[in-house]
């Protein structure tokens, strides 16, 4: 409390992070079983919504690259396969099948000829609209089997996991 009567909150020192980590860990197998268990859910669950697509004929691949043309907007595909984590080559060969299905349009990079910009197409974002929202559905399903009460752990689990991915 200040002298106004106002609260003041911490300022956490770096050691104490340091600290709260060291406990965390001496707590044993149990929060390394946390860990773990945690680490499986949430593998399991994504494997579960990726499986939820509007169309079989796209590759996960593919999808995950309309995705992030989704959220990031037009790209190189030197940008592209950055975010993607993969080679330029191959990211080549995802935009090339992309663009044969009408998903994605390339145009001429406004400042750099030897660049190319690629953004999703009409039909592109229909279909990721549509691939979200049959994921959103299934999980939709899910959560309509749990209590409120567990749903609303899995609510603050989801803030708490944003947190712990950066977000």
């Not at 299905?101 to 549509?130: C, K, M, N, W």
Request: aromatic share 2%; net charge neutral.
């Amino acid at each position: 409390m200040t002298m106004d009567g106002s609260s003041v909150t911490p300022v956490e020192h770096p050691c104490q992070k340091i600290v709260r980590y060291a406990n965390y860990m001496s707590d044993g197998a149990h929060d390394r079983s946390l860990a773990s268990r945690l680490r499986l859910a949430v593998v399991r669950l994504n494997r579960r919504l990726r499986a939820q697509r509007a169309g079989e004929s796209v590759s996960l691949t593919q999808i995950s690259a309309l995705s992030t043309l989704h959220k990031c907007g037009e790209l190189t595909p030197g940008q592209l396969a950055a975010k993607e984590g993969v080679q330029p080559p191959s990211m080549t060969r995802v935009i090339a099948a992309l663009e044969e299905r009408g998903y994605v349009e390339r145009s001429p990079h406004p400042t750099d000829g030897r660049q190319a910009i690629v953004r999703l197409s009409e039909t592109g974002l229909a279909f990721v609209r549509e691939t979200i929202s049959v994921r959103e559905a299934w999980l939709d399903r899910q959560l309509a089997e749990l209590s409120g009460e567990e749903r609303e752990v899995l609510s603050q689990a989801a803030e708490i996991i944003d947190r712990m991915a950066g977000n």
